[in-house]
């Protein structure tokens, strides 16, 4: 039976290829567009969002005035993506470095990481790494305005919520209008499992996007050459497997799925 879907790749390589800064092909397109102020990246998993937000978070503290980079992750193990990462290595001028004490996804300071949380922004420090959760505690504490300047970044955007009863979505409206906080959101799904939207169309319009999509990062793949989806019949011999447990003395069964 033939498969319900057949896709040819053409292997290009693209998507996991490099650039002379150490660039994969999303990760340039997402750069192009770094001096956006509202940035919504969508883009499968393994395409490399993490890294694309260190290039344009870099940018942004070396050329554009930010002071600040934040960014928000929905748990603490997804934390680990965003470490010490060496990029000059691979061709950009800045690598990527967090102060251990700022990374609230990894740091074992007994402190309330809220009151940490807090420091940073008094602090010298420009990167600093924590929770959804964190992130709309430290808020409860915090006037707008200590946001100025600063760029934060929101991994798996689509926890955020247009209803007002999701405090992330109040906390990022709340940015947009009263700060001059700089904004990244990242996504592999802009869609939530309800009927409420991820942001109200007065706020997304706000948003230079950038879309990579399944099939691009797929298409770009060095040696997928197709891909087929489909559902086939079998059948199955269980009578040695019933004997030897004693189950039964004879018996052939046919299964269809």
């Not at 956006?36 to 969002?49: E, F, N, T, V």
């Not at 978070?57 to 470490?83: H, T, Y």
Request: charged share 25%.
């Amino acid at each position: 039976m033939p498969n319900l879907v057949e896709v040819q790749y053409e292997q290009t390589g693209a998507s996991k290829s490099t650039n002379k800064f150490g660039m994969r092909d999303m990760q340039q397109k997402a750069y192009e567009q770094r001096d956006a102020k509202y940035l919504l990246l969508k883009a499968p998993p393994a395409s490399g969002k993490s890294r694309a937000l260190m290039f344009i978070a870099l940018d942004k503290l070396i050329n554009q005035g930010i002071k600040k980079v934040i960014v928000a992750v929905p748990e603490r193990s997804i934390g680990g993506s965003f470490g010490n990462t060496d990029l000059k290595s691979y061709g950009f001028y800045s690598n990527w470095g967090v102060n251990p004490k700022y990374n609230l996804c990894t740091s074992i300071d007994n402190k309330s990481k809220v009151e940490i949380f807090k420091e940073f922004l008094n602090s010298d420090n420009e990167i600093l790494i924590c929770t959804h959760s964190t992130l709309r505690f430290a808020f409860d504490q915090l006037s707008e305005s200590k946001f100025n300047d600063t760029l934060l970044a929101i991994d798996e955007f689509h926890h955020v919520s247009a209803d007002g009863e999701n405090r992330l979505g109040e906390v990022l409206r709340n940015l947009i209008e009263k700060s001059t906080c700089h904004i990244i959101a990242m996504t592999g799904s802009y869609f939530r499992g309800d009927s409420v939207p991820v942001l109200l169309p007065e706020d997304e319009v706000k948003f230079t996007k950038v879309t990579y999509n399944y099939y691009e990062q797929l298409n770009g793949y060095e040696y997928l050459k197709s891909l087929g989806i489909g559902y086939h019949f079998y059948q199955v011999d269980i009578l040695p497997i019933a004997k030897a447990r004693g189950f039964l003395n004879s018996l052939t069964l046919v299964r269809w799925i």
